[in-house]
Each structure stands twice: as C-alpha cells, then as structure tokens.
C-alpha cells in the first residue's frame, strides 16, 4: 500500500521563476493538504484540495496555486519566487479531510 | 488565530529517563491534539493523537491532555539516543495547525 509520494524530492530554482511541484496522496485518501516548512518552524497550511475545489486556504498570497486531478493527484505551483519561499514542501493526505493525516516526503525547494 | 506555543528547546535528557515534552495552545474549541516526530530532513510521522482528557499510553509514549488549561503533553520513557528528534504538537481539525517543535536530545 503506497504511501503519499511527493516528487522531485530536491529543486534549485532563480528568483522570478516558477515552480510545481506533484502529490499522489496514499491509496483510499481523496483529501490533500499542502504545507510549507521553514527551516527550525513548524509546517504552516498552504491549502487543502477535496473534489477538485480548493476548499480551505491559509495565509499565503495568490502567488501559491494549486491544483487536484480527477484520480486526487495535486500540483503546487507557486509563481514569481522569492528567497523566502525556500523551504520543505510537505503534502498531506487524507479521507475527507479529517484527521488522519499522512505526510509525504516533501519536496526541498531552494530559492537563489 | 489558532495558536500552538512548545518550547524549541533544545530538551536533553539522559538515557533512559523520562523526556517531557509540552504545549499549550490558545483555541479553548479545539477537539484534537496530534504529536508528530520530525527528523532532521525528515518528513513528521505521527506518534500519538488524543481527544479526551487525561492520558493515552501507546508503549513509551504517554500523550496527556488537559482542556481546561488548554495544555498537552508528551511523555517518553526510557528514552533512546533514536528519539533524538523534533516533536512537533498539533490541533487537528480541517488543517493542522503546528507549533514550533520542541527539539529532544538523549545522550548515552
């Protein structure tokens, strides 16, 4: 039974660039949450995918975009990056939203 | 705005003692409280989840809530050099909401 999986585990991009990065959520689970982890914080919530609508969003600007597939797969794009967004992208997964939470990986993303 | 507070630490502790790990939290409505170990580089793996007041024991771990002073915490016995990690206190609900962490050091 698969896990969350969150590629590419690694990515160095530029200033102004734009980036995705891709979540399939463990079997069984139609919910994906995305976090953003800075370096010694906890992860802060992003924004949380159910039906293929973006049902909740935390207190990040328009610039972080997401997206979920018919098959609960989900993208974060996060356009025009900045040094601050270099952190841990971590993808969350779960039945309805509720608590059991799953995490993937995540996705270290460096920002030069 | 929810809030979590733990202290960052760092917590050290010698093996085998008992590590006390805390955390309080501001919404007097929250229901849930999770416990997550986070390795350096590492993604958070969920050690204990507790609704109810009082203690929930899961083998070293004992997770302790108390509502009425929005209080949780973490308990680890006999602790090992392998539990030297972050552990990050969380409210449930639709989203998780962190803390900081609270970062463990046992030494031998």
């Known amino acids: 039974d698969a896990g969350v999986t969150q590629s590419p585990t690694h990515l160095i991009k530029t200033r102004g660039q734009q980036v995705t990065l891709r979540c399939s959520p463990k079997s069984g689970h139609d919910t994906v949450s995305w976090y953003q982890q800075a370096l010694g914080q906890g992860p802060q919530f992003i924004f949380q995918y159910y039906e293929e609508e973006e049902r909740q969003r935390g207190n990040f600007p328009d610039r972080f975009s997401g997206h979920q597939f018919p098959n609960y797969s989900s993208e974060l794009n996060v356009n025009a990056l900045l040094l601050g967004d270099s952190a841990l992208y971590l993808c969350a997964s779960s039945l309805g939203g509720t608590n059991g939470y799953t995490f993937g990986s995540g996705t270290r993303l460096t920002v030069v | 705005q929810k809030e979590v507070e733990q202290n960052s630490g760092p917590l050290s502790v010698p093996e085998g003692a008992i590590a006390s790990l805390n955390c309080t939290y501001s919404?007097?409505?929250?229901?849930?409280f999770f416990w997550y170990r986070q390795y350096s580089g590492k993604s958070p793996e969920l050690i204990m989840f507790i609704y109810s007041n009082g203690d929930k024991e899961d083998g070293r771990f004992t997770a302790q809530l108390n509502k009425a002073s929005q209080y949780v915490s973490l308990l680890i016995r006999d602790s090992q050099p392998s539990d030297s990690a972050t552990y990050l206190c969380a409210l449930g609900g639709n989203k998780l909401i962190f803390g900081a962490g609270t970062r463990l050091a046992v030494h031998p």
């Open positions: 919404d007097r409505g929250s229901q849930s």
